[in-house]
T-cell receptor, first 113, second 117 residues
Framework: GNSVTQMEGPVTLSEEAFLTINCTYT??????LFWYVQYPGEGLQLLLK?????DKGSNKGFEATYRKETTSFHLEKGSVQVSDSAVYFC????????????FGTGTRLQVTL | GAVVSQHPSWVICKSGTSVKIECRSL??????MFWYRQFPKQSLMLMAT?????????EQGVEKDKFLINHASLTLSTLTVTSAHPEDSSFYIC?????????????FGPGTRLTVL
């Protein structure tokens, strides 16, 4: 079946540091890949997505590239801010599975001044 | 943007009692809502998909008689945990898909933490 593996947190960074949160997946066919963010007390929000190999999703300074050869979708940001502190979830939607999403365990990011 | 609310945000109940969790789409109509469950340090697991006016579709291994889902209107779905036991303690999250919208667009509620004593 489909699965998503992401790095365990928490990840603690100083403001303006470079962020990478690793995500790898297992799926048959050609899944769509997503990153969701959950700020304290709020629901998950779609951060970015990529629907085919070599696509790069980007939003709010975050980027992730769909790498089929390494089955990865790592999240990156060049300079994090305190306001980026949240839990980040990597997810995939498999082919032929309609709206069903498979999530990773989430990675908590804490950015300090 | 589209907002989904859940009520209550947290609940503590005694073993053997039933608990109802509401999921509402506040500013849009949702023909499809999803219920997830998350254990500590584990991923969100889809429990069931509910479509307005029809029976929910449960994922393999989820007891439909224990987790009753009702989606009676385009803005409300409820999850009732019947005869709750300590092993049902978890974080329950709902999401809603906009009617006629992209299947990639799901709006999530903030979650409900259930603790069964």
């Amino acid at each position: 079946g489909n699965s998503v593996t992401q790095m365990e947190g928490p990840v603690t960074l100083s403001e303006e540091a470079f962020l990478t949160i690793n995500c790898t997946y297992t799926a048959t066919g050609y899944p769509s890949l997503f990153w969701y963010v959950q700020y304290p007390g709020e629901g998950l929000q779609l951060l970015l997505k990529a629907t085919k190999a070599d696509d790069k999703g980007s939003n709010k300074g975050f980027e992730a590239t769909y790498r089929k050869e390494t089955t990865s979708f790592h999240l990156e940001k060049g300079s994090v801010q305190v306001s980026d502190s949240a839990v980040y979830f990597c997810a995939l939607r498999g082919t032929g599975t309609a709206s069903k999403l498979t999530f990773g365990t989430g990675t908590r990011l804490q950015v300090t001044l | 943007g589209a907002v989904v609310s859940q009520h209550p945000s947290w609940v503590i109940c005694k073993s053997g009692t039933s608990v109802k969790i509401e999921c509402r789409s506040l500013d849009f109509q949702a023909t499809t809502m999803f219920w997830y469950r998350q254990f500590p340090k584990q991923s969100l697991m889809l429990m069931a998909t509910s479509n307005e006016g029809s029976k929910a579709t449960y994922e393999q291994g989820v007891e439909k008689d224990k987790f009753l889902i009702n989606h009676a209107s385009l803005t409300l779905s409820t999850l009732t945990v019947t005869s709750a036991h300590p092993e049902d303690s978890s974080f329950y999250i709902c999401s809603a898909k906009v009617a006629g919208g992209s299947t990639d667009t799901q709006y999530f509620g903030p979650g409900t933490r259930l603790t069964v004593l």
